[in-house]
């Protein structure tokens, strides 16, 4: 019986020892050694793979960035100083990707959206829609229970006094964390030159939109003929044709008799006074 128990972990062992060699030999002989500069690279990205770079990660940009089917720039969350020095290690210009931001489709804070009753479950848009829908009059409209902020990596996104979340343009990374956990969608990334923007998602038209929401687009149609080479309606919503020649320009938004179609100079939504002094103390 002893005798039988140390045959088999003699064999146990042999086999073991056996296999280690064999996986051993694979990795010298078919192993692909790394690129050096691999790692370098990778510890000079902010290690937040937040996928703006439209890569998974940051070790998935690091090596497309070593093979040189990237560049440097791609990544708008690294400062300048960063990208300058892997530019230099793999001997490659910086590049330039255009920024890009999240926008809200939305505009009816707190006294322009209808509200049917108040919401008293607990703060977060995901549950307000899956209860009730936060009591809003327009179910399509932002909630204002900061899922977003909480979500922001990047303290990109604060709470206005209205309801609405202000997306801090110097600090969005367009990691599209708010776009993932809006549960209506509201949130999209858009090149920051794009200036023309509809920030409402309207289902309806006319008074039906309008009696739920002062600021909703009620489809009237004014932008598309004032901006036909850049905008039709499709669903009731104007639909702006970014990928024309034809450079959309403010006129679009002289006729819109509720401000649903804007043009952005910069941050989408004011900060009244009282607002601005609060974030600044």
Request: hydrophobic share 40%.
């Amino acid at each position: 019986m002893v005798e039988s128990v140390l045959t088999a972990v003699l064999i146990m062992t042999g086999l073991g020892v056996l296999f280690a060699l064999v996986l051993a030999s694979a990795d010298h002989f078919l192993g692909i050694e790394e690129d050096p500069k691999l790692e370098a690279v990778d510890e000079l990205l902010p290690g937040t793979n937040c996928g703006a770079c439209g890569e998974p990660g940051c070790r998935a940009l690091a090596e497309k960035l070593v093979q040189q089917e990237a560049t440097p720039g791609q990544c708008t969350v690294s400062p300048q100083a960063a990208l300058a020095e892997i530019a230099w290690l793999l001997g490659v210009e910086v590049g330039a990707t255009e920024k890009r931001v999240a926008r809200l489709k939305c505009a009816g804070s707190e006294g322009l959206a209808g509200r049917l009753a108040p919401y008293r479950g607990i703060r977060s848009c995901r549950a307000a829609v899956l209860i009730d829908g936060g009591g809003r009059a327009c179910g399509w409209g932002c909630l204002g229970l900061a899922d977003c902020e909480r979500a922001c990596t990047f303290d990109a996104i604060r709470m206005l006094e209205g309801g609405l979340p202000q997306v801090d343009i110097d600090r969005c990374t367009a990691c599209g964390d708010c776009v993932d956990v809006c549960p209506l969608d509201l949130f999209t990334l858009m090149p920051l030159s794009r200036k023309l923007f509809v920030q409402c998602s309207s289902p309806l038209d006319g008074d039906a939109a309008r009696l739920r929401c002062s600021v909703a687009c009620d489809a009237c149609g004014r932008c598309a003929v004032d901006a036909a080479e850049v905008i039709e309606m499709a669903n009731g919503l104007p639909r702006i044709h970014y990928e024309r020649d034809v450079a959309p320009a403010p006129r679009a938004t002289w006729r819109c008799p509720t401000g649903a179609i804007v043009w952005l100079e910069g941050m989408q939504f004011a900060e009244s006074p009282d607002e601005r002094s609060a974030a600044d103390g």
